[in-house]
């Protein structure tokens, strides 16, 4: 069992950044690909970034300029630093994990959010000037 919870979020003006961290908790010891997520109001949830045990990330390709992923030794948190927000950036933000070695195929970018069985609470980022 894999308990995650996010924080960080807020309020932030377009062009702002802000850093969204998520706890991990592992009943077990294992090897897990790890990824932000969003859901903005009305639109599926969408990968945004994953990043495996060995540090390999992967990104959607419209985030990667913007966005990264990062995650302490052992994977017991998991980061995600956000730079030049903008408007549509605004969204529930999730972590989520999945017990495999590696970020590939639909974990990759997180494109199938589905095979991630593990998901936090969310933390709302809501960029507005």
């Known amino acids: 069992q894999v308990q995650l919870a996010e924080s960080g979020g807020g309020s932030v003006q377009p062009g702002g950044s802000l850093r969204l961290s998520c706890a991990v908790s592992k009943s077990s010891t294992g090897y897990y690909c790890m990824g932000w997520f969003r859901q903005a109001p009305g639109k599926e949830r969408q990968g945004i970034a994953t990043?495996?045990?060995?540090?390999?990330?992967t990104y959607a390709d419209s985030m990667k300029d913007r966005f990264d992923i990062t995650q302490d030794n052992g994977q017991e948190t998991l980061y995600l630093q956000m730079n030049n927000l903008k408007s549509e950036d605004t969204a529930m933000y999730y972590c989520?994990?999945?017990?495999?070695?590696?970020?590939?195929?639909?974990?990759?970018?997180?494109?199938?959010?589905?095979?991630?069985?593990?998901w936090g609470q969310g933390t709302q980022v809501t960029v507005s000037s």
């Open positions: 989520a994990a999945a017990q495999t070695l590696r970020c590939l195929g639909g974990y990759s970018a997180g494109r199938i959010p589905a095979q991630f069985p593990y």
């Open positions: 990043i495996d045990y060995y540090g390999t990330t």
